[in-house]
Nanobody, 123 residues
Framework: VQLQASGGGLVQAGGSLRLSCAAS????????IGWFRQTPGNQRQFVAG????????FYSDSAQGRFTISRDNAKNTVYLQMNNLKVEDTAIYSC?????????????????WGQGTQVTVSS
């Protein structure tokens, strides 16, 4: 499975961005997808995840209430809608594929990763 993240950019605090994770090859609809973010000198941190079907979602405490993850299996794409962005949300965001869904928060269990997309939130 190949993953490609896109949609990052520069936005002011309080603004919104929608990230996309496009999957190809293999059977991406059989994987749960997670979004992680990374800042310099730090490990990737879990942000949000969604199960294979799309009816169960998972969020970090910092994302809960501001971010929404969704998927369209017909398009093999997972979205991360990020609202009310904060300066501390600045990071490189990457998507990964994992199965089964119970590992969605665990970075080390992921089978595939896409290249990241930079999100920069200015004050």
């Amino acid at each position: 499975v190949q993953l490609q993240a896109s949609g990052g950019g520069l936005v002011q605090a309080g603004g919104s961005l929608r990230l996309s994770c496009a999957a190809s090859g293999g059977t991406p609809s059989t994987y749960s997808i997670g979004w992680f973010r990374q800042t310099p000198g730090n490990q990737r941190q879990f942000v949000a995840g969604i199960d294979e079907i799309g009816d169960t979602t998972f969020y970090s405490d910092s994302a809960q209430g501001r971010f929404t993850i969704s998927r369209d299996n017909a398009k093999n794409t997972v979205y991360l809608q990020m609202n009310n962005l904060k300066v501390e949300d600045t990071a490189i965001y990457s998507c990964g594929a994992v199965r089964p869904w119970r590992w969605v928060r665990v970075r080390s269990k992921y089978d595939y990763w896409g290249q990241g997309t930079q999100v920069t939130v200015s004050s």
